[in-house]
């Protein structure tokens, strides 16, 4: 790989959720990628053990992938999907109906999570809408919760400095619930923990402070992923089940992380047996090759809202200039295909105790205060710094990076996703490497 010389005017892009002068003062540029690594700008190879951002699920610049978005874009680059269509889009939601739970086979094309949450959201409210319940608009989300960027999201999200700045416009009909992680009960668990089912009986609460008929959805991340890997306890996702079923109130799934293989089967909803009523899903709906989101809706909530009116007017009034884009959507036959022939979610599955083991042989390393794991997601969360939080797990990170390996940090947690492709001899590698770099962490 010859390396290109490093750009020398890093100033006009402005940098999301990065700290833009630190990142210019010593930036880290990729510059291609293949399987399991990327290649710096200055010719070195990095393990990739984040899967980007928890998207490339198959690994990069895989060769079905990029000739069938290479063909599109050579075929035709666009094409409208608001009173027109084209074929892809309709195949390409059909091969991610196959893969949702039981019933929530009907999909809507965003280009993002932040859009698909924004999309789910909205759909929760048009259908208690359309079936005469519009009093139905409060939202709960959860602490710690992340969905995304826009204003819905940021509003039913519960990471704090992501709301901050924006507080007084967020959407005013909103509730959280309590997160679920307790380092006292719960620290070292493997997969699921044993306490806390008991926090979503705080739905319950919430229901009876608001009434349940001014409640319109529920959202939470099966497994939250971005705040730092914070895995559902034992039973705790079915009992937000039958509260929301009991009181009426939609239960939103937002899979964008856990969508497509991470834990081993297509969704968690699969993996858990908990059928949500809306699921929101991104990134690895195509390998990340083109941005794309989409959201699956039961029949239900999708029959009432395009039944509701006349069959000539436009039932919901939402959509996106790139809804179902046609080179997204053969990136996503592509990849669904991919999956499929590879058999990567079984290969996840056969995989994740191997991943589990060597996450929590770091039980014993320099700094570590807790590890929790499932599926192909693992973190391992730092004791902090004192008066400096993130600075040691933005320590390690950068040095990981230094010695060749790509992990993902936020506040003190560092997070692990590695394409599901990964050999077990390179999950050696990222948690040696992690070992090693945290020794020399102060
Ligand atoms: N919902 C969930 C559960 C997510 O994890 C989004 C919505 C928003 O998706 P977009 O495509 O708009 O970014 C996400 C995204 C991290 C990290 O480091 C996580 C995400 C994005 C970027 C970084 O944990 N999750
Ligand atoms: N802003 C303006 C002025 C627009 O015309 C449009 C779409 O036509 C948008 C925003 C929304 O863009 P998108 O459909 O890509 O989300």
Not at 81 to 101: C, D, I, N, R
Not at 116 to 135: C, F, M, N, P, W
Not at 184 to 201: E, I, R, T
Request: aromatic fraction near 8%; glycine fraction near 8%; charge should be neutral.
């Amino acid at each position: 790989m010859t390396s290109r010389p490093v750009i020398e005017d890093l100033s006009s892009f402005w940098m999301p959720f990065t700290a833009n002068r630190q990142f210019k003062s010593a930036p880290r540029l990729l510059q291609s990628a293949k399987g399991m690594y990327y290649q710096t700008t200055d010719g070195r190879e990095i393990l990739d053990g984040c899967a980007g951002l928890w998207c490339v699920n198959a690994g990069h610049c895989r060769d079905e992938i990029v000739a069938a978005v290479q063909k599109q874009v050579a075929t035709m680059d666009f094409a409208p999907t608001f009173q027109m269509g084209h074929p892809l889009a309709f195949e390409a939601a059909s091969k991610v109906a196959e893969l949702m739970p039981a019933g929530l086979d009907r999909i809507f094309f965003t280009n993002s999570g932040s859009e698909s949450v924004d999309t789910a959201l909205k759909i929760a409210l048009a259908y208690h809408r359309a079936r005469g319940e519009g009093q139905r608009t409060r939202l709960i989300g959860r602490e710690r919760g992340y969905h995304g960027v826009g204003f819905g999201g940021i509003s039913v999200g519960g990471i704090g400095p992501n709301r901050k700045a924006y507080s007084g416009a967020l959407l005013p009909s909103v509730d959280h619930l309590p997160h679920t992680h307790n380092i006292d009960k719960n620290a070292f668990s493997k997969g699921q923990p044993a306490w806390g089912a008991h926090l979503a009986d705080e739905l319950e609460r919430l229901v009876a402070l608001h009434d349940p008929s001014t409640i319109a959805a529920v959202i939470v991340e099966p497994v939250a992923g971005s705040t730092g890997v914070l895995i559902p306890p034992q039973g705790y996702l079915q009992k937000l089940r039958e509260i929301c079923t009991k009181h009426g109130i939609l239960l939103v799934f937002d899979e964008v992380i856990t969508g497509f293989g991470r834990l081993g089967k297509a969704t968690a909803s699969e993996y858990f047996g908990v059928t949500p009523d809306l699921l929101t899903m991104a990134k690895a709906i195509n390998n990340a090759a083109i941005p794309m989101g989409a959201v699956a809706a039961s029949r239900t909530i999708h029959d009432t809202i395009v039944n509701a009116g006349a069959a000539n007017a436009i039932e919901l009034f939402h959509g996106y200039t790139y809804s179902a884009h046609p080179a997204a959507a053969a990136a996503s036959i592509a990849t669904l295909d991919l999956y499929k022939r590879e058999g990567l979610f079984e290969r996840a599955a056969a995989m994740a105790p191997t991943f589990e083991a060597a996450a929590h042989s770091l039980r014993d390393a320099k700094h570590v205060k807790d590890i929790r794991n499932l599926g192909m997601v693992a973190g391992i969360e730092l004791e902090p710094r004192d008066g400096a939080p993130s600075a040691r797990a933005y320590e390690a990170f950068v040095k990981c990076f230094e010695a060749g390996v790509l992990v993902r940090y936020t506040s003190d947690i560092l997070a692990f996703s590695p394409p599901l492709i990964v050999e077990e001899a390179q999950i050696a590698k990222i948690f040696d490497t992690v070992r090693r770099v945290l020794a020399t962490v102060e």
